[in-house]
C-alpha cells in the first residue's frame, strides 16, 4: 500500500509502501532500499519480512520515485542523495509506523540502507533496534560509536566494496562499535556483497535464510512485549 511519510527532510514528504497494518501486529520495521531505489526487489523484501517475522513494514522512498536501471545511475542517485535528508526519511517513517499501532521500531537495510540503519541507530530517537546488512556509514555523518541501541549486523567475508563492506571496513566498524562500548552482535557469511537479494549474481541462499532467521529473532525479542 503506497503511502505519504512526513518529514523534515527539506524535500518534502516522502512516499512509501506499507505492509501488514491492520493485521494487530505491534512490532514495526523500516525496510531501507539498496542503492538502486525502491524497486520491485525491494518491495518484495519487506513484504516477506513482514510476513514471516510478524512485522508490519515500511519502505522509505529516499529517490522519490527514481529507480536506477544500471549501475552507473545507481552511482549517480546515491551520489546525489541528501543523507541526512533520508535519515529524516526513516524518522518519519518510524513515527508513521507509530501512528497505524506499531509499540515499537526497528531498522533494517541493504547496502545503501544498511549504511543508513547504521545511521538512523545513532540519530533516530525513537528506534528500538537496527540490523544493518553490508553497508556503513561515513564518519562524517554519524558517530557509530554513540549507538545507544541493540545492533545486530550481518556483512560478507568476500564483500570487495571498499569503503562501504569490505572485510577491512567491517574490522574498522568494530573496533568503533567497541570503542563506545555499543550492545551489539556481528556476523559474517561466506559470500560477498549483497548475498541477500536474489536478483543479484552475489545471492547466497544458505546465508540469506539463517541472516533472516537471526534478524527476525532478534527482532521480536527486542520490539515485542
Not at 570503542?179 to 545471492?203: C, D, L
Request: charged share 25%; hydrophobic share 35%; net charge negative.
Amino acid at each position: 500500500m503506497r503511502v505519504t511519510i512526513k518529514t523534515e527532510n527539506p524535500q518534502g514528504d516522502c512516499p512509501g509502501e506499507l505492509s501488514g497494518h491492520g493485521e494487530g501486529k505491534t512490532m514495526g520495521l523500516v525496510v531501507i532500499q539498496e542503492w538502486w531505489g525502491m524497486n520491485q526487489y525491494i518491495v518484495d523484501k519487506a513484504k516477506e519480512i513482514g510476513k514471516e517475522g510478524g512485522f508490519v513494514t515500511i519502505v522509505p522512498d529516499l529517490y522519490r520515485g527514481k529507480v536506477a536501471k544500471d549501475r552507473e545511475e545507481a552511482g549517480h542517485l546515491k551520489n546525489g542523495l541528501d543523507w541526512m535528508g533520508a535519515v529524516k526519511d526513516i524518522e518519519g517513517a518510524e513515527q508513521y509506523l507509530k501512528s497505524v499501532g506499531c509499540l515499537k521500531v526497528g531498522v533494517t537495510g541493504f547496502c545503501m540502507g544498511g549504511a543508513l540503519s547504521l545511521a538512523a541507530a545513532a540519530l533516530v530517537p525513537g528506534l528500538t533496534a537496527a540490523a544493518p546488512f553490508y553497508g556503513i556509514p561515513s564518519p562524517d555523518l554519524c558517530d557509530v560509536s554513540k549507538i545507544k541501541i541493540p545492533l545486530q549486523c550481518h556483512f560478507g567475508e568476500l564483500d570487495t566494496v571498499e569503503g562501504l563492506s569490505a572485510p577491512k571496513d567491517q574490522d574498522e566498524l568494530k573496533a568503533r562499535l567497541d570503542t563506545g562500548g555499543v550492545n551489539y552482535e556481528f556476523f559474517s557469511y561466506k559470500a560477498g556483497h549483497a548475498f541477500a537479494n536474489g536478483t543479484s549474481p552475489n545471492f547466497v541462499k544458505e546465508c540469506n535464510d539463517l541472516a533472516m532467521k537471526r534478524m527476525y529473532s532478534f527482532m521480536t525479542k527486542n520490539l515485542s512485549g
